[in-house]
């Protein structure tokens, strides 16, 4: 059983697109994130919901939106796809605030063309 | 702004020997923890260390805090081919909502 699980695993668009990312996790963990690694491989949080609640939104353009049904998903809608957005995304979960350290996903690597 | 620098961007060592990256960041911190990743995986976490610990041991690993000088350091014991990867310091500056990662310590084990 995979804790942490996105899709797709990759993800190759057009400019101009919508695309979205989904995540789940069977861990009971009440925080989740979303994570935007670039090629030189620096980890960079996007957002962070707590019991469905955003709490965190770290200057990301708003073309971005994650939503939250419920607290064991995360998906990430992108709009209007640009070649800058070309990275891995990753999703994390954890619980009890992150004292215990995040769980992450195994990635979606999203190429813009 | 990034809150972890990571030292050395690149290591490279024989199986057996032991491997020591190093981690340094900018403001006070609830914890810290190390992260590996494998190539084209998601990041795992490997040990936490709280801001009024020193030192802490999980198997072969070992991991120092030092808060006065806001640096942190992992040490790989008896390393091995599947120790390839890149590792990663991360800080929990308060609340945990965020963890900010350094840039990361390619290491490569080669038999």
């Known amino acids: 059983d995979t804790a942490v699980s996105q899709t797709p695993k990759y993800l190759v668009t057009q400019m101009g697109n919508d695309k979205s990312i989904k995540c789940e996790q069977n861990l009971g963990h009440d925080t989740m994130y979303w994570y935007k690694q670039d090629s030189k491989k620096f980890l960079k949080i996007m957002f962070s919901y707590n019991n469905k609640e955003l709490i965190i939104n770290e200057t990301v353009p708003n073309r971005f939106s994650p939503k939250s049904p419920d607290k064991a998903h995360l998906n990430l809608h992108i709009n209007s796809l640009e070649l800058g957005d070309s990275a891995v995304y990753f999703c994390a979960s954890s619980q009890g605030q992150g004292r215990n350290g995040y769980t992450f996903g195994s990635g979606t690597r999203l190429t813009v063309v | 702004s990034q809150q972890g620098e990571e030292d050395p961007q690149a290591l490279s060592i024989q199986e057996g020997e032991n491997a020591t990256m190093n981690c340094s960041y900018k403001?006070?911190?609830?914890?810290l923890q190390w992260y590996r990743q494998n190539s084209g995986r998601g990041l795992v976490h490997l040990i936490l260390?709280?801001?009024?610990?020193r030192e802490k041991h999980s198997g072969r690993l070992r991991v120092t805090l030092d808060t006065s000088k806001k640096s942190s350091s992992l040490l790989i014991t008896a390393s091995r081919a599947a120790d390839t990867a890149s590792y990663f310091c991360a800080t929990d500056t308060g609340g945990g909502n965020k963890l900010t990662f350094g840039t990361g310590t390619q290491l490569k084990v080669e038999l």
């Open positions: 260390i709280r801001s009024n610990e």
């Open positions: 403001t006070s911190i609830n914890n």
